[in-house]
């Protein structure tokens, strides 16, 4: 795969890119990017994040940022990214209606990525926090392949079904070169809020159990909880919007372990 692989060009004004990727969908990687960004913010205010959004088809960041609108271009004809909370944003989700399918095939999608891979204004980033698209597709491979990537953080919840899928995307990173720094077990736990018994719906350890066959590390745990599935419908994460909470903590915690494992930033 490696073979004959296009010259990687890094994305002007970016520092380190982070991926946010997973096998499947619905494990909630999503949200994981949008609390990622918010937190290496939180715990570093000198450092400048950025946020893309390169899931054509399902675009969650302008909701979950709460933003919406065109963006603005530059005198560079360069469109500038949506700002909130701190958070230079860039989706597809700007470029389309809210509720308008994205019905491509393959070329059209691939000349999206590279309009928002190379025709944004960052400015200066330090980190670019980018929410993949689930799977292992064409997508992955070109993001992949075009910029130097500094590490991927593979989402899954604890069940097997996704854990399968999970393994999948690690393997289809470290294909391609792209360092693994770790995997997120998202839905990790459900305590119940009156009587405070834990459950866990999706069973227990698989993302720990993975990790072990992968020879890599758990950057976090992060509970299922009602606080983070209505804040990000709001458009208020939990990172943002309840900094104190015990599921804004696990956010933070994942961050710190994230940066932790990082290579040390080119000069």
């Given at each position: 795969?490696?073979?004959g692989l296009p010259k990687q060009k890094p994305i002007?004004?970016?520092?380190?890119?982070?991926?946010?990727?997973?096998?499947?969908?619905?494990?909630?990687?999503?949200?994981?990017?949008?609390?990622?960004?918010?937190?290496?913010?939180?715990?570093?205010?000198?450092?400048?994040?950025?946020?893309?959004?390169?899931?054509?088809?399902?675009?969650?960041?302008?909701?979950?940022?709460?933003?919406?609108?065109?963006?603005?271009?530059?005198?560079?004809?360069?469109?500038?990214?949506?700002?909130?909370?701190?958070?230079?944003?860039?989706?597809?989700?700007?470029?389309?209606?809210?509720?308008?399918?994205?019905?491509?095939?393959?070329?059209?999608?691939?000349?999206?990525?590279?309009?928002?891979?190379?025709?944004?204004?960052?400015?200066?980033?330090?980190?670019?926090?980018?929410?993949?698209?689930?799977?292992?597709?064409?997508?992955?491979?070109?993001?992949?392949?075009?910029?130097?990537?500094?590490?991927?953080?593979?989402?899954?919840?604890?069940?097997?079904?996704?854990?399968?899928?999970?393994?999948?995307?690690?393997?289809?990173?470290?294909?391609?070169?792209?360092?693994?720094?770790?995997?997120?077990?998202?839905?990790?736990?459900?305590?119940?809020?009156?009587?405070?018994?834990?459950?866990?719906?999706?069973?227990?350890?698989?993302?720990?159990?993975?990790?072990?066959?992968?020879?890599?590390?758990?950057?976090?745990?992060?509970?299922?909880?009602?606080?983070?599935?209505?804040?990000?419908?709001?458009?208020?994460?939990?990172?943002?919007?309840?900094?104190?909470?015990?599921?804004?903590?696990?956010?933070?915690?994942?961050?710190?372990?994230?940066?932790?494992?990082?290579?040390?930033?080119?000069?």
């Amino acid at each position: 795969m490696s073979r004959g692989l296009p010259k990687q060009k890094p994305i002007e004004g970016v520092n380190q890119v982070i991926v946010v990727a997973s096998g499947k969908g619905g494990v909630g990687k999503s949200t994981t990017a949008v609390n990622l960004a918010l937190a290496l913010a939180a715990n570093d205010s000198s450092k400048s994040i950025g946020l893309l959004d390169v899931d054509v088809y399902g675009p969650s960041v302008p909701k979950m940022m709460n933003l919406r609108g065109n963006p603005e271009l530059s005198q560079n004809n360069l469109m500038k990214p949506l700002m909130n909370y701190g958070i230079a944003c860039m989706s597809m989700g700007f470029l389309v209606g809210e509720t308008a399918p994205v019905v491509w095939r393959g070329l059209l999608v691939m000349s999206a990525i590279e309009k928002l891979l190379r025709q944004v204004d960052w400015g200066q980033l330090d980190y670019l926090v980018v929410d993949m698209p689930p799977g292992t597709g064409d997508v992955q491979l070109s993001v992949s392949q075009n910029i130097p990537i500094s590490g991927a953080v593979i989402v899954s919840t604890p069940q097997d079904i996704a854990l399968t899928d999970a393994h999948k995307g690690a393997e289809m990173f470290r294909k391609v070169h792209v360092p693994v720094l770790g995997l997120v077990q998202n839905m990790s736990v459900f305590q119940c809020p009156k009587c405070k018994h834990k459950t866990h719906i999706f069973g227990a350890d698989g993302a720990r159990k993975l990790a072990r066959t992968l020879d890599l590390d758990v950057l976090g745990d992060i509970p299922l909880h009602l606080n983070i599935r209505e804040s990000s419908d709001n458009g208020q994460p939990i990172v943002f919007s309840q900094p104190e909470s015990d599921e804004a903590k696990a956010y933070l915690r994942m961050a710190e372990e994230v940066v932790r494992r990082l290579p040390s930033p080119p000069e």
